[in-house]
């Protein structure tokens, strides 16, 4: 399993020097890096990824929003070998019909992307694990219609928040898990609270001995107060302390 960085993490540095911080996420020990919207920037992504020694096995893109073929071209040109939509809106999680239209729509998606040779995955926040369809977590409902070809990455942070323990939601979907979220921060939906992996509220070690399929377990913050850098360092330094 590889730990990674979702570049999200660092969209403001990205945006004023995308090189220069491939560069520093290299520095600080990463070798995987998860990117998102990658169409624009691939290209000039590419280049600083080769420069850097980084890969990138997965990637965000909004599959079922925009262009697939464009994706797909972009991310193959980044090496990514798996896609992940990043977000389904809320009003799309309340019925078991919408959730069947969505995973039609993945299944399909992931058709079109095995002819790029690319995997084709989903990830969650909250709200697919607090709305319920008679009684089942709506992602879990997803999960049961997808073809087994779609991969699912947990995002285990917004589970927990969701009202969800993690550990149990990974062990119960199983080997569809191939990629998770890791965060930490008190477990609130206040993305300004979150904190270095390890800083926080999260059994991050529960999380990732429940998911023994994993291809990564990629490190996020969605937003953070202080001096992001040092939370992502501090991140991967916990993580690769714990696994000593």
Known sequence: MTYSLQLYT??????????GTIKRVAALGYTAVEPYNFVATADELAAALS????????????LLRADQDEIFEAARKLGIGTVIDPHVERS?????EDIRATAEALNAAAKKGAGYGITVGYHNHEFELEERIDGTSALEVLAGYLDPE?????????????GEDPAELLRR?????????????????????QVAVGSGSM????????APALEAAVVELDDFEGDIFGAVAD????????KK
């Not at 991140?235 to 714990?242: F, I, M």
């Open 92 to 96: 799309h999680w309340t019925t078991d």
């Open 173 to 193: 979907l199983g080997d569809r898990v191939r990629f998770v979220h890791i965060k930490d921060g008190p477990l609130t939906k206040n993305d300004k609270e």
């Open 10 to 19: 660092l969209r403001t540095a990205l945006g004023e020097d995308l090189p």
């Open 203 to 210: 059994r991050v070690w529960d999380v990732l001995d429940a």
């Open 235 to 242: 991140s991967l330094a916990y993580l690769n302390e714990g």
């Open 51 to 62: 420069e850097s020694g980084l890969t990138a096995p997965s990637g965000h893109a909004p």
């Open 150 to 162: 779609v991969v699912l990455e947990v995002d285990t942070y917004w589970a927990a928040v969701g």
